[in-house]
């Protein structure tokens, strides 16, 4: 009995110690720590979806983007995140409409604008594309990609004079631009084929071509995130 009093007494203090060491290292959990905890994992989760869009991984980064889309937090970060992957995996049917939702939010977001007018001409919609892109030209006047794409819907929709005067802005403000020559190339074949040119469509009016899209009549979808669930506690007893 002697023996097991005298490694209690030399036990207990070093218990002692790591309990109140332990104490000191760990903070004692107050009101919001869980919050804060909850919403860092909704965050982590949409680090997780970054790393899979980087790694082409669409899919799995889709998962994890909707993941983070239940905290209202990070809800529209998320939601933009989600509608690029659909765009990248050609889903034009899931993209456009949020792509819209997105534009009713910042109506002045060039970029966003920028995500539809891609998706028109992917889709076949030329003629939203050109009036699209023509708007961001005027818009971003020194922004050589909005160039180049609207050369290229002119081109497509076979307005070649349109798209030959286009092309002479683009060798005049961007010399370096890999597609001048791709671009020469399309209007030496033309040239050299003697193509008519399809007659040019009505005036497209005064009305931008995102406001229509603002007045889209399926857009029954709220602009609101998701409201955060109400987490529920439980008290707990002691024994």
């Known amino acids: ?50 790393v899979y ?6 899919d799995k980064a889709l998962e994890y983007y909707k993941l983070a889309m239940q905290n209202s937090k990070i809800y529209w970060a998320a939601y933009y995140k989600t509608a690029k992957v659909y765009a990248v995996q050609s889903n034009w049917d899931s993209a456009l409409p949020m792509y819209r939702r997105l534009l009713r939010r910042e109506k002045d977001n060039d970029s ?3 995500s539809i007018a891609y998706i028109y001409a992917m889709t076949g919609s030329l003629k939203k594309a050109e009036r699209a892109y023509k708007e961001l030209v005027f818009l971003q006047p020194d922004n050589r990609e909005y160039l180049e794409n609207l050369i290229a819907v002119y081109f497509a929709r076979q307005h070649y004079e349109e798209g030959r005067a286009r092309l002479e802005i683009l060798i005049e403000k961007f010399p ?21 040119e399809i007659p040019l469509d009505e005036e497209d009016g005064d009305k931008s071509v995102f406001e229509e899209e603002l007045e889209n009549p399926d857009q029954a979808e709220s602009d609101q995130p998701p409201a955060p669930e109400k987490s529920k506690s439980k008290d707990s007893t002691a024994d």
């Open 1 to 50: 009995m002697k023996l097991k009093k005298l490694c209690l007494a030399k036990v207990l203090p070093l218990v002692a110690a790591l309990i109140f060491s332990s104490c000191i290292s760990k903070p004692v959990p107050i009101l919001g720590d869980k919050k804060i905890a909850i919403d860092n994992i909704y965050l982590e989760y949409l680090n997780i979806g970054d």
């Open 112 to 114: 966003i604008k920028a």
């Open 176 to 196: 370096d631009s890999e597609n001048i020559q791709k671009f020469k190339d399309v209007l030496k074949a033309i040239d050299d084929e003697n193509s008519a």
């Open 53 to 58: 869009y980087s790694l082409e991984k669409y």
